[in-house]
């Protein structure tokens, strides 16, 4: 039988481990900030940008980072089979109105692939999935989109902004252009670093 005077050092011996495992595992997720906005200057990897909220940021940006184009196409190409994001408004019969539908490259098939709250707008969520089945509707195309862990029917009306990623290159990113970072990393300084910058092709603010 353990002695009462033990308790006292195991309890503290706990707390230290459930401390410790918090601090790794913070330190293994380090805060992610999503940016939307208007690049305002370029210094070698500092990119200045102007969030749509009207915050002066800087990102630095790795020195691998990708870019990605964010292009207009048309409603036409989202078939049965594509990978999709569907940035939507609930509605009350439980389907999802989208405000902008983006289409993924087959090598991004299953990127975050699922169901989630989102900040386009107040109550906006995001439904990155499969398209199962598309049949035309009397308000617009009417799309099933399949995750792992459920589905969603998704109503497209026809103004709704259709986008896709393209291969793009770090000469896009100059001031005027429009980005989002859906991942920044907060460092522990305060600082901002990309990996990643979607950037709106002929000047279009990528709607998702």
Avoid: C
């Amino acid at each position: 039988m353990l002695k009462s005077s033990s308790w006292p050092r195991m309890l503290v011996a706990s707390l230290g481990l459930v401390a410790l495992f918090a601090t790794e595992t913070s330190a293994q997720q380090p805060p992610m900030v999503r940016i939307r906005g208007t690049i305002e200057a370029v210094d070698g990897p500092m990119l200045s940008i102007k969030s749509r909220e009207g915050t002066d940021m800087k990102v630095r940006m790795t020195d691998n980072v990708a870019v990605f184009g964010v292009a207009k196409t048309e409603l036409s190409e989202i078939k049965e089979g594509s990978y999709i994001g569907v940035t939507g408004m609930p509605e009350p019969d439980g389907t999802q109105k989208a405000v902008a539908v983006h289409i993924f490259p087959e090598n991004q098939r299953g990127a975050a692939e699922g169901f989630r709250p989102w900040d386009q707008r107040p109550n906006s969520t995001m439904t990155n999935a499969t398209v199962a089945q598309t049949v035309k509707g009397t308000d617009g195309q009417n799309i099933l989109v399949k995750y792992k862990d459920g589905e969603k029917k998704v109503v497209v009306p026809p103004d709704t902004p259709i986008v896709t990623f393209v291969a793009g290159d770090k000469s896009e990113l100059k001031p005027g252009a429009k980005v989002i970072i859906f991942s920044a990393v907060k460092k522990d300084d305060g600082t901002l670093e990309a990996s990643r910058i979607n950037v709106g092709r002929d000047g279009i603010m990528p709607p998702m």
